[in-house]
């Protein structure tokens, strides 16, 4: 999980400024991961951190986007946080909407098609405003079971 979020911190050309950006690995790759496709958890992260970069463009410093995950046996969470402004309620009540949009040149398309991966994923995707600033984007997933081991020689 870790990985993935480093790919996303790191695939994305800087659109702002003095942006930090950074990645928090917080489980080893052997530990229990995310019941969804590392492809289609990528898509989201990618979304999640270009629409914090444009929330970022015109924010006072220090500005940091920070993607960080953790497994425990039951879920993977993964966070994507900004020091941005943060989201008005009435937005936040509507951001997944297909069509919504803020943006002059926005689609309002990115964040419903992030909604609907991690839906049919079984997941949950939330958006808030800490008390610290900012947005924070939590997505939730059950974990994926174990990998059956295959059998070393074919059956006769």
């Given at each position: ?148 081991d295959l059998p070393s020689q074919p059956r006769a």
């Amino acid at each position: 999980m870790g990985g993935v979020a480093a790919v996303a911190a790191r695939r994305l050309p800087p659109r702002v400024e003095g942006l930090e950006r950074s990645a928090s690995p917080s489980q080893p790759p052997a530990e229990p991961r995310p019941a969804i496709a590392s492809f289609q958890l990528q898509q989201v992260l990618l979304n999640l951190v270009a629409n914090a970069q444009d929330a970022l463009r015109h924010a006072a410093a220090p500005r940091s986007i920070v993607v960080a995950g953790v497994a425990n046996p039951e879920h993977a969470i993964v966070e994507v946080r900004d020091t941005g402004p943060g989201i008005p309620a009435e937005t936040r009540a509507r951001i997944f909407e297909p069509f919504f949009t803020t943006k002059a040149q926005g689609t309002g398309l990115g964040l419903a098609i992030a909604a609907g991966i991690v839906q049919n994923a079984d997941g949950v995707i939330t958006v808030d405003n800490p008390p610290s600033g900012g947005a924070v984007f939590r997505l939730t997933f059950p974990i994926a079971p174990p990998v059956a081991d295959l059998p070393s020689q074919p059956r006769a």
